[in-house]
């Protein structure tokens, strides 16, 4: 799909930016008395808790702690898997990220787009405000991220915060954050894909990592 933007300027646009800052070196502790309680998920595709299918969102909407997700698949169709600690998502996302049949689903739903042939993907992690990766972009370097998107400027008069809609293909993975200074509820992606459809997962974000080299794992 075409973006309207090319390499060249997706970079200068990013190596000029003045909204992001280091990704820090160590992950600070989770805060566990951070709270989710208003927490509105309504994800189009089913979700999994801990590997096990979600009836009611409820159950997911009034859990009281962080919730780390991920885009995957599950009996022939795509889901979001949610869990209650972090690394069962890294290790799901891994995985993910070697599932053909996951990769199938996210075009055949339309909901992403893989590059089929061998290219050099971009460094640089862009989100676009519309759908199908259209609308004004946001550029962000490897090793890079926003604590808070709300001060991020959008078409002028708008910002950023919650914002997201579509995401082009990055070769490094990236995290999102349903709260400021990458607090709330994590969404990880580690597959060299697009997502063209963020609402389908519900993905609500309020900071942003690219990952680059960095392992996200410590």
Sequence with gaps: METGLNITDLHESATHDDYSEPVPVRREPADEMESEQHRQLRPTVPVLLDGKPVEDLASINDYPKPLYMTPSAHQSGLVLSCFTERNPMYEE????????????????????????????????????????????????????????LSTVSRRGFLNWGNAIRSIFVCAYPYSLHSKPNRKGDEYYVNFRCSLTQLGMWDMRTQSIVNWGTICPFH
């Design 93 to 148: 996302a891994q995985s993910a990220s070697k599932n053909e049949e996951f990769h199938w689903l996210l075009e055949a739903e339309r909901a992403g787009s893989c590059p089929h042939d061998p290219i050099e993907l971009p460094t640089i992690l862009m989100f676009l405000d519309l759908p199908d990766l259209a609308g004004e972009h946001l550029a962000i370097r490897s090793e890079r991220m926003i604590s808070d």
